[in-house]
């Protein structure tokens, strides 16, 4: 049970309590809960490797910028419509194999619907939403 810090202060208790604790409540927290995390987001664009729908390829070509921007990806170049990247890798490790990703237009309406779903997904690295 819920009890603001007047009412406990005024005395209201549930009978036969037998434990208490307080914790501030912070609007907008449990909104950052289900985000996923960079290691996530790296596993989300492995799996979407055959994407069924435009939207998906949207999504992936939007998720392969974003890992990109983290520096979890490398970007390797284009080539016929083709974003080709790959993992990063150390410099005393054997280079990732490389991935192209469709290029989607910037005037692509499913473009848009993709960056909302990765706005709604993935954290802002500065913590912002």
Not at 100 to 107: C, F, H, L, N
Request: glycine letters at 6%; zero cysteines.
């Amino acid at each position: 049970m819920d009890y603001s810090s007047e009412a406990w202060a005024g005395g209201a208790r549930p009978a036969a309590l037998f434990a208490h604790w307080s914790t501030v409540f912070q609007p907008g927290a449990d909104a950052k809960r289900g985000r996923l995390s960079d290691e996530e987001a790296s596993e989300l664009f492995e799996q979407l490797d055959d994407p069924k729908s435009a939207a998906q390829e949207a999504f992936r070509f939007v998720l392969a910028l974003f890992l990109v921007r983290r520096r979890l990806y490398v970007y390797e170049g284009s080539k016929d419509g083709m974003l080709r990247v790959r993992v990063r890798t150390r410099s005393d490790e054997i280079a990732a194999a490389m991935v192209e990703v469709r290029e989607v237009s910037m005037k692509d309406e499913s473009l848009a619907g993709a960056l909302e779903q990765l706005k709604e997904l993935i954290p802002d690295p500065a913590g912002q939403a």
